[in-house]
């Protein structure tokens, strides 16, 4: 309980430390804002022509008599776009964070620097290109496994009871700890942290991982708040990805500014 307390604390600092570095934060927003509005772009562009297409992939329906033909299509119309919405809450942070690795990395190295005793920051020594094919390439890895877990939870979904109660809530522990290690992974892989090495550390303190990323998970619910929240996000798995490191930090007293080790 210890741990998962310390993570919701991660998150709230996060937050805090942007809050006291407001070019850091207006810089962090901009990959979000820029990936909202090229998902809007792509839903209101699904919501106008997905009709059409539908109609395009259905031919076979052509013949069929009223109101048959309207219920079908309109029917594969909604799935379509409810698919789409679905495959846009759960990629958006990845996205943002491929679309914002030069703002995410030089935020979280600010983290680093300012909470580090001796005032530094680990760096990759990576092209920046590197940077950005490891990331996606990871990103993917972490989708193919969160695909994964969410086919099995729909299919629980069916059993009586269950499916209603014990699946929602290990869903958003499953969300969370994947979450977690999206945004964990702009610090850990900047100190040459494979995605194999990342997992295994963060089942090794699983409920700490819960404590940052399922209220996270359960905030981005709610229309744009990932937005906001995403550099705060940012610095606050910066800071977690020190404790599961080990790393020694020097917090700032909240009153005085000066930097305090613990």
Sequence with gaps: MRDLGAG?????????????????YGFGLLP???TLVL??????????????????????????????LGLFRGFLTAVLFALGLLLA???FTA?????????????????????????????SGLPLWRELWISARDSLRILVRAGLWGVLLFALGFL????????????????????TEELAAVALQRRGVDLRARLALLRSRKTLVWGFGTPLGLA????????????????????LARDLLGEETAE???HTDEPVTS
């Design 220 to 239: 981005f619910l709610v229309p744009f708040v990932a937005v906001f929240l995403m550099p705060g996000a940012v610095a606050g798995a910066t800071l």
């Design 160 to 179: 009586p009871f269950v499916g209603q109660t014990v699946v929602p809530v290990v869903g958003f522990f499953v969300t969370g700890f994947f979450l």
């Design 95 to 123: 996205v943002t964070l491929l679309v914002g690795q030069p703002f995410y990395e030089n935020l979280s190295e600010k983290v680093d620097a300012d909470v580090s005793p001796d005032g530094t920051a680990p760096e």
């Design 252 to 254: 700032e007293d909240e």
């Design 32 to 34: 979000g804002l820029i």
């Design 39 to 68: 998902y809007a772009a792509a839903l209101v562009s699904l919501a106008i022509w997905g009709e059409a297409f539908v109609a395009w992939a259905t031919p076979f329906a052509d013949d069929w008599s009223s109101p048959w």
């Design 8 to 24: 919701f604390g991660y998150l709230l600092k996060g937050q805090r430390w942007v809050g006291r570095h407001g070019r850091q």
């Design 89 to 91: 809450v759960l990629t």
